[in-house]
């Protein structure tokens, strides 16, 4: 018999130095088996902004397919430290990261929607 896999989903960034912290905050903090990566260079910024209508209604896809084929219950929408794709100061990312949920929570799939920041150890805290 098959064991359940369990998955949480993460709207991060490219940025290669946060990938593993992030996966590691959702598989401690939530038990789940797999994290599915949805990114792009500061997600938090364009999900705020809500003008790229593309860019997010793939976000969506790819959310979407995160949480009806695998079953994620879990969100998270990240900022981090020395990000290129949105150059600012933690607080400005902060805010970001605000409005960037309100933005998924009208994708309308549910669970819990969580926000991380990464610092400048490349560690994930819930904000």
Known sequence: METKQTFACAI?????RVQDAVKNY???????????MVT???PNKILAENINSSIIENIKTRVG????????TVLAIVGHHGC????????IQLLHLQKAKKTV???????EIILLWVNE????EKI
């Not at 150890?121 to 994930?124: D, E, G, L, S």
């Open 65 to 72: 397919i995160s949480f009806h084929h695998h079953r994620a």
């Open 105 to 111: 929570e009208s994708f309308g799939f549910g669970g």
């Open 26 to 36: 959702m598989k401690d903090a939530y038990k789940v088996d797999f994290v599915d």
């Open 12 to 16: 991060n960034c490219m940025d290669g």
């Open 84 to 91: 290129a794709g949105n150059p600012v100061e933690k607080d």
């Open 121 to 124: 150890q490349w560690r994930a």
């Open 40 to 42: 792009e260079p500061g």
